[in-house]
């Protein structure tokens, strides 16, 4: 299995795609799109299946982004319902 560092490299930002967000291989799809798809539940066999050239390692990098962001943010900067 790839660690963090490998699968870091599937994510790409550029200015001309979605404003320059964080995206999946330079592929018009974003990390924001596909953890929030987790997040309703969505299982990896799943997106696989509605994305085509998606791959498990894609969803697992983006896993690994969100982490890498949060490892160096707190609960006070974000903005959490009811708080």
Request: with cysteine; aromatic share 4%; glycine share 8%.
């Amino acid at each position: 299995m790839p660690d963090n560092q490998d699968l870091l490299k599937r994510i790409t930002a550029r200015p001309d795609v979605f404003g320059g967000k964080p995206i999946v291989r330079d592929m018009r799809i974003s990390v924001e799109l596909i953890l929030s798809l987790l997040s309703q539940g969505a299982g990896e066999d799943e997106l696989l299946e509605d994305y085509p050239g998606l791959e498990l390692e894609d969803i697992r990098a983006c896993i690994a982004y969100a982490h890498a962001v949060i490892a160096r943010d707190t609960l006070a900067t974000v903005s959490v319902a009811g708080s």
